[in-house]
DNA sequence: CGCATAGTGTACCAATCAGTAAAGTATTTA
DNA sequence: TAAATACTTTACTGATTGGTACACTATGCG
């Protein structure tokens, strides 16, 4: 096997980051050929299929990256509650508190939806799934914690969104803060009921 | 003035939904021009500037609506508890349950975000402000309103995301009646003050 | 060494891009 | 009706797009 200077897996970090600033459509071949170092040639060497073929390594790698990172722990961990704590310490620092684009949510959003669709909804579902498995063992009904997960899920890509509106990752982590409260065991009902919570509780900010 | 078939308003419609389906960069003036049925020579006629000032148009336009079906009455509702409901029926209506996408938040979250920064700030702001506004009318706390109002909003925007990426509806209008209860006056135990109360409008505690 | 394989650089392609120019047609206004 | 204005059509830029072809160099292996 001949290596010369470069090899794929060096090209996939490049390429996300490219593929989150401009988009699929955005990115185009110059620019991803500046992002990575590489021509033309070696790109499709490398992807013989082109930017579809880019993307779907940058997705496959996305997905490797939150299985080990997010999902595995939320699915596996003993500490349930400390495996939600770390999810979100986790993303805030992966998403760079709303600075960095989610490639995945971004993808949806874009009519390139379809190229991709079945990547996209494997993401989204085994992150409310094993969300949602965490919150289970945290004593929760199964029902409630479907719902509070795909709620959590939502929370974040849309205070990406929003952040980045704003230009402002306060509103990020002040999501993030949100969904502190509402996932952790405390907020459960069981060991204090939501309607009896002191109202000065919910706001630890500024 | 001179008016044969078209005006430039009757344009903005069909111009806002290839933006939303295509993206900014994803737009092409040929796909344009076929969704408009409008020829080059007749967009440069009506817009000189091309995409940018057609992308400005659509987001006067979003603006207007947004501010005569959404805002006002959320600032100027004599009923907030009314108003907050309001809000989340035509936020639903028009973003058709998550199939259509927020070309604002699009727009935030792609590299264009720079050339309409302005407008996307706009949008949010004073989305969330009015919001708070209706939330301190219904008796909250000045801080937590405002914390509510962000949440909600950024829910909204990921609520679009994860039900486009879930290719579901659905995902879209259980987040949406999460935010029924979260912003109702019944939630959170507030006791809303008499000066606040607008009379007989009060729905009783739960 | 020498050959196969892996990776690279460059020139090229047809298609499409945003944008321009200008001639032509419709419509209003005077 | 005639001139002015509003709009449309068409043809045309030069640049850039994604993608191909192929000669080229570097490297590993026998």
Redesign the pocket.
Known sequence: ????????SDAIASLAEVFREHGY?????????KAT??????????F?????EMVRAVLAEIDQWFEDSVYSPLREGTDANAAVTSMLDETTKYFRSGRRVCLVGALAVANTRDLFAQAIRGYFIAWVDALQSALVRQGRDVEQARLLSEDAVLAIQGAIVLSRALDDPAVFERAIGQLHKRLGVEANGIVVPATARPEGSITPFR
């Open positions: 096997m001949a290596r010369m200077v470069a090899e794929r459509e955005g990115a185009s071949l110059a620019l991803i050929g170092g590489l021509g033309k040639g070696s790109l499709y060497h490398f013989p299929k082109g930017k579809e």
